[in-house]
């Protein structure tokens, strides 16, 4: 059983036990459920496979799928297209990014620190592992001093739910803590068996109830506009919006993050006029 298969059959195993006969037009199913979601014979009928291949697949097994079979099984679980580029993957039909080992600790180029340096925003350039790489004078500023705590303040999924400032501070939390923690589980299915995640989320998750409860929903997500919303404490409230630019000059490691102010909430101005003070 190699990490691939596994976490492919744990994650196959949580869309199923989110889903209702009634979800996927079952009546009644298979007689009384003492366990949540759907049965796996359900799901492989579904998918028309047999229950016993499906059950491997779940459990890891060494077993072969095609495409389309790979797809009948995403049809089956309702999986979104994050979900289902997720599953693909891991079945081995969606390209892994050529993540080099070095790239995590790779200084970035002159040029890209310059050209965040121009910008009024918040901007910080960030690995797959989430941590801050690079960053603009705005970025500790506005967003939160990272540089207070060098071993993990720069590690972006730490802070969020270790740091009392950002818990408090961001007024979405919820949402986004739980897309940060469905992005890091999607850079995890793509780390080509890279330790580091396993051993940061099983760190991370006692110390904290939250980061636990969401890393054990399996959820993925592919990185897209987010709305950042923050209380600051001499801007008051801030709604940013981030936009993330990847392969950074072809490395697909790094990633830029713009945190650019919402239309008509303010934020703007509020930054012009601290600029100007």
């Known amino acids: 059983?190699?990490?691939?298969?596994?976490?492919?059959?744990?994650?196959?195993?949580?869309?199923?036990?989110?889903?209702?006969?009634?979800?996927?037009?079952?009546?009644?199913?298979?007689?009384?459920?003492?366990?949540?979601?759907?049965?796996?014979?359900?799901?492989?009928?579904?998918?028309?496979?047999?229950?016993?291949?499906?059950?491997?697949?779940?459990?890891?097994?060494?077993?072969?799928?095609?495409?389309?079979?790979?797809?009948?099984?995403?049809?089956?679980?309702?999986?979104?297209?994050?979900?289902?580029?997720?599953?693909?993957?891991?079945?081995?039909?969606?390209?892994?990014?050529?993540?080099?080992?070095?790239?995590?600790?790779?200084?970035?180029?002159?040029?890209?620190?310059?050209?965040?340096?121009?910008?009024?925003?918040?901007?910080?350039?960030?690995?797959?592992?989430?941590?801050?790489?690079?960053?603009?004078?705005?970025?500790?500023?506005?967003?939160?001093?990272?540089?207070?705590?060098?071993?993990?303040?720069?590690?972006?999924?730490?802070s969020l739910f270790m740091n009392p400032y950002l818990r408090d501070r961001v007024l979405n939390w919820e949402e986004f803590a739980g897309y940060s923690a469905a992005i890091l589980r999607s850079y995890y299915g793509q780390s080509k068996g890279d330790a580091w995640y396993e051993e940061f989320a099983q760190r991370l998750s006692a110390k904290s109830p939250e980061f636990a409860a969401l890393w054990d929903r399996h959820d993925v997500k592919e990185k897209k506009s987010q709305p950042f919303l923050l209380n600051h404490p001499d801007f008051g409230a801030l709604s940013f919006e981030i936009n993330t630019f990847g392969h950074i000059n072809g490395n697909e490691d790094f990633h830029c993050c713009v945190y650019t102010p919402m239309a008509g909430t303010g934020t703007e101005e509020k930054l012009v006029k601290g600029a100007a003070t």
């Open 1 to 158: 059983m190699t990490q691939t298969q596994n976490l492919l059959g744990e994650f196959l195993k949580s869309r199923r036990e989110r889903l209702q006969p009634a979800d996927v037009g079952i009546s009644g199913g298979y007689g009384r459920r003492r366990t949540p979601g759907l049965r796996r014979e359900e799901v492989a009928e579904i998918a028309n496979v047999s229950t016993t291949w499906y059950t491997w697949l779940e459990q890891g097994r060494d077993v072969t799928a095609s495409r389309e079979v790979m797809e009948n099984i995403a049809r089956a679980l309702l999986l979104s297209p994050d979900e289902k580029l997720h599953v693909m993957r891991l079945s081995g039909f969606g390209d892994l990014p050529d993540w080099p080992e070095q790239a995590l600790s790779s200084p970035i180029e002159p040029g890209l620190q310059k050209i965040i340096d121009q910008l009024l925003y918040p901007a910080i350039i960030v690995n797959r592992r989430t941590e801050i790489i690079a960053w603009n004078r705005q970025a500790p500023r506005l967003l939160y001093d990272f540089l207070e705590d060098p071993v993990m303040g720069r590690n972006m999924t730490w």
